[in-house]
Antibody, heavy 118, light 107 residues
Framework: QVQLVQSGGEVKKPGASVKVSCKTS????????VHWVRQAPGQGPEWMAW????????NYAPKFQGRVTLTRDTSITTAYMELSGLTFDDMAVYYC???????????WGQGTLVTVSS | DIQMTQSPSSLSASVGDRVTITCRAS??????TNWYQQKPGKAPKLLIY???NLQSGVPSRFSGSGSGTDFTLTIISLQPEDFATYYC?????????FGQGTKVEIK
């Protein structure tokens, strides 16, 4: 079965960077884009970006352009999201998700809580 | 950016009720709307993709319709496990924005 397992919660200081991993299994990793979505406390989901694991090509939401970097390691079927210049507004649960056939987010990771605290 | 305006923001309903949630896109997006259900502390779960396609394993009481700018999620005969928050999302162009959500509560 398809699984996406994310790394554990992180506590970071303002200005720092955070890197979240998303280990996938149960499907062909290079066949489907992996998306990243975040959700601040009490808010709706916010789409951030996707990566094509085959080519390494990426697409970032303008809001995050210049601050977010998506990478992948095909040898271990894992995708990564790094967000730099953290502020208190970046406190959220960050999710990775496997795309389906029509750009929908078909399978999701369990989420990673990123706390920003001075 | 394409904005998704969802309504209502919340509703109260009883078990067995028919529930309809709507989503309007700020510009035409053909069929590229998806619907998700989210329960507290959990990741969103895909219900409907490309406006009207039921995701595998999702009960048939859920259905979606619409095209262009107006989309609808319908739950016929609401069940206790359906009390949750529902989000639409457009996947026509990036950024793939979500609607603000509809919380379905027990009357």
């Amino acid at each position: 079965q398809v699984q996406l397992v994310q790394s554990g919660g992180e506590v970071k200081k303002p200005g720092a960077s955070v890197k979240v991993s998303c280990k996938t299994s149960g499907y062909s990793f290079t066949a489907y884009n992996v998306h990243w979505v975040r959700q601040a406390p009490g808010q709706g989901p916010e789409w951030m970006a996707w990566i094509n694991p085959n080519s390494g090509g990426t697409n970032y939401a303008p809001k995050f352009q210049g601050r977010v970097t998506l990478t992948r390691d095909t040898s271990i079927t894992t995708a990564y999201m790094e967000l730099s210049g953290l502020t208190f507004d970046d406190m959220a649960v960050y999710y990775c998700a496997k795309e389906g056939a029509g750009w929908e987010l078909q399978h999701w990771g369990q989420g990673t809580l990123v706390t920003v605290s001075s | 950016d394409i904005q998704m305006t969802q309504s209502p923001s919340s509703l109260s309903a009883s078990v067995g009720d028919r529930v309809t949630i709507t989503c309007r896109a700020s510009q035409p997006i053909t069929k590229y709307t998806n619907w998700y259900q989210q329960k507290p502390g959990k990741a969103p779960k895909l219900l409907i993709y490309s406006a009207s396609n039921l995701q595998s394993g999702v009960p048939s009481r859920f259905s979606g319709s619409g095209s262009g700018t107006d989309f609808t999620l319908t739950i016929i005969s609401l069940q206790p496990e359906d009390f949750a928050t529902y989000y639409c999302q457009q996947s026509y162009s990036t950024p793939h924005n979500f609607g603000q959500g509809t919380k379905v509560e027990i009357k």
